[in-house]
């Protein structure tokens, strides 16, 4: 594996390049205001709605919601992966990508994190050579029917049975065990020593989608439990957004039609080996939103694989409830139910790769939902087809306006009789109200606290669309406070002030992949309305100020609480004392 890039080289690049030239050689932009626009690339339309903007240094599109950077327009655009991407920019920037592992700005202390990570990758790759009980993964996997060629390009590897042969081989110092404790690799015990997170186990690293590796799967040889033991929550790996195989499957297929989501690790590699490259696992976890937003960016289907048990049932409504607000224009997803005891990896050994892909297996998602309303409800009576009206409509109306929703309305009206526009005020009917509370003191508390939170969401939103504007405060100002949002604001601010001449789309790339992009992503594309550079800056001071005085209005109410006077003059009087006057002297 080479090198990681570093990301201080990412952020400089994106100094040095021009979006609109980027999209430009592709997409025949017209200058519209301050911005460009085009028809967009990623979905069809006949009215530009797609905006590249040169100020911040992204594009997006009001139809489809694309949105990014240069380094995203040509990951989605020309099917990149990102460090494909970023050698791309360096070419036409003229500057050479610098790899060397060990040499890396410390911008972002995660940095020595993924150096480490590699070192650990290379230990089990090691211990599957060289191992005395190496054997026994060898052979487990061979009987798996994986190749050694696949192996290698997975990077399986292996952890042999005994609490500290990775301890001893990395964690020498204690500084080391910390950095190792740090990425989940050792645990400590109540005495202070330390032992080895994964033993007697075939490992699977798990790489994101520029290629750090960020976690680790481990499988027991035998039914012992548990059978699947997964890298916990740590700075560089976070299960909800990570997918296993997919920065593999990019690498093998630059242009995807579909792709498919199993359960395991081994049903990836095992529909690898029968040469179905497009498939991901999620990890441990259900699919959530952040996987179908990741991967719709690859491609426009995804096929679900499940058990068809009633544990695959479930998970696959959890999915469906989690895609309807997610298909917007051209957007499909499919279910593949796998027969009783039968999982993708058996599948596929037993039916082949034709029969796997052959699109009779699976179920659109519009056919699941009504199908199971269908079953679950008794068609013959009034009753029953009013029932299932109740509970489909508000799941339609989650489902963005447009073809699908229409033909689904039209659908039930055909199964119930119920007109359309009937079907939809049940939409509007059905939409969730916001309930009232007996006590009033935690609304207020809470209004207090969404508030803050709104403050900071302004704060970040004024900075992205205007970095410029984070010189102009000191990340010292709001270091008394400690709550939600303040400390990534401050360290926005911190990073601003290490680099003055970074865009929007700067900060947008120096955060992919953490835990911040999917809301910055939001908030970048969110109006700003004021453009007058000194309105701007005062707004950003009223804000801080905001911040700053709902924060101290919070920490009085949690203080009132605590006190638990039922006087609440009493409480605020001892909280906010009154100066004495000249007569009481």
Known sequence: MVGLIPQHFIDDLLTRIDIVDIVDSSVALKKAGRDFKACCPFHDEKTPSFTVSQNKQFYHCFGCGAHGTAISFLMDYSGLDFIEAVEELASRAGVEVPREQGDFSKTKDNSELYELMELVVRHFCRQLRESPEAHRAVDYLKQRGLSGELAKEFELGFAPPGWDILLNTLGTSDAAKQRLTQIGMILEKDNGDHYDRFRDRIIFPIRDQRGRAIGFGGRVFDDS??????????????????????????????????????????????????????????????????????????????????????????????????????????????????????DPDTYVHRHGREKFEDMNN????????????????????????????????????????????????????????????????????????????????????????????????????????????????????????????????????????????????????????????????????????????????????????????????????????????????????????????????
Not at 264 to 270: E, P, S
Not at 282 to 290: D, M, Q
Not at 329 to 335: A, L
């Open 225 to 342: 439990l548990p059978k699947y033991l997964n890298s916990p929550e740590t700075p560089i790996f976070h299960k909800g957004r990570e997918l296993y195989g997919l920065f593999q499957a990019r690498h093998q297929l630059k242009d995807m039609e579909r792709i498919y989501i199993v359960e395991g690790y081994m049903d990836v590699l095992a529909l690898a080996q029968h040469g179905i490259r497009n498939v991901v696992a999620s990890l441990g976890t259900a699919v959530t939103e952040n996987h179908l937003e990741r991967l719709f960016r690859v491609c426009p289907q995804i096929i679900i694989c499940f058990d068809g048990d009633n544990a695959g049932q479930k998970a696959a409504w959890r999915s469906m409830e989690i895609a309807l607000p997610l298909l917007k224009e051209g957007r499909q997803i499919h279910f593949m139910f796998m027969p009783e005891g039968d």
């Open 362 to 585: 699976y179920v659109p998602l519009s056919n699941y939902l009504i199908d199971k309303f269908k079953r679950e409800t008794n068609l013959d009576s009034r009753e029953g087809l009013a029932q299932l009206a109740e509970g489909i409509m508000p799941l339609v109306g989650v489902l963005p306006a447009g073809a699908l929703q229409e033909l689904l309305l039209n659908d039930i009206f055909k199964l119930t009789g119920i007109s359309i526009d009937s079907l939809r005020k049940l939409i509007d009917q059905k939409k969730p109200t916001v309930k009232s509370t007996k006590a009033q003191h935690l609304v207020s508390a809470s209004q207090t606290n969404k508030k803050l939170k709104s403050h900071v969401a302004d704060a970040i939103r004024l900075l992205l669309h205007n970095p410029e504007l984070g010189m102009t405060i000191e990340p010292s100002t709001l270091s008394d406070i400690e709550t939600k949002g303040v400390g990534f604001l401050r360290e926005l601010l911190t990073f601003i002030h290490q680099k003055p001449e970074i865009s929007c789309a700067g900060i947008l790339e120096h955060w992919r992949d953490s835990k911040y992009e999917e809301r910055l992503n939001k908030l970048s594309i969110e109006d700003c309305l004021l453009t007058e550079p000194e309105a701007l800056k005062v707004e950003l001071f009223e804000v801080i100020d905001k911040i700053k005085h709902d924060y101290q209005k919070q920490l009085r109410k949690i203080n009132l609480q605590k006190l638990d006077i039922k006087n609440p003059d009493e409480a605020r009087s001892m909280l906010n004392p009154t100066p004495a006057t000249n007569s009481e002297e």
